[in-house]
């Protein structure tokens, strides 16, 4: 064998090692993305994934996913805004100073239950709405919805209730002047 032959054979076995190497290193280049797939699918709730098999249909759910959970923080964000601007102390100082209607209470009776209209304006500081609704459980009412209403000067806030038990034990006029002493 002569030195020509044999440091074309050498340069062979670099080339056969280089490429060897080349495909380990892509081997474990895949594993690892494989794995890393696998752990975001396991992170996305079932309906961004449900019926999908490629790893692409999967990236397209984690991206839809994303999306959503960034409108929901942003929608949360300006509900939070808002209730502070309701809360703000500054503003409900200045709100109480004026002349503002006390919050009262309207109760009438409904299918299985009452509806519940409390009105009160925004400078009235000793209403509580959980106040509220703690003085309906008491009577042993389950409050089955409310709803808060913000008009000019006040809020009007609609409930409404289910007796728990006998309809004809509650008396309608009865639980409105307790609504009206306890707010």
């Excluded at 494989?34 to 994934?49: V, W």
Aim: hydrophobic share 40%; with cysteine.
């Amino acid at each position: 064998m002569n030195l020509i032959d044999h440091q074309q054979n050498m340069g062979k076995d670099d080339d056969e090692q280089k490429k060897m190497m080349h495909r380990e290193i892509e081997r474990q280049r895949r594993q690892e993305m494989t794995t890393l797939c696998a752990s975001l699918r396991s992170l996305l709730p079932l309906e961004y994934i449900q019926g999908k098999r490629a790893v692409s249909e999967h990236m397209n759910g984690a991206v839809s996913y994303i999306k959503d959970l960034q409108k929901r923080i942003e929608e949360l964000r300006v509900n939070r805004d808002e209730l502070k601007k309701l809360l703000d102390p500054i503003s409900f100082e200045e709100t109480s100073s004026s002349n503002s209607p006390p919050a009262s209470a309207v109760v009438r009776p409904c299918l299985d239950g009452f509806e519940v209209v409390v009105s009160a304006g925004i400078g009235v500081p000793a209403l509580r709405l959980s106040r509220v609704l703690e003085l309906l459980l008491e009577e042993g009412l389950d409050v089955i919805s409310c709803v808060s209403t913000k008009v000019e000067g006040g809020f009007f806030h609609a409930i409404q209730t289910e007796v728990i038990g006998d309809l004809t034990i509650l008396d309608a006029s009865a639980l409105q002047q307790k609504l009206n002493e306890g707010i």
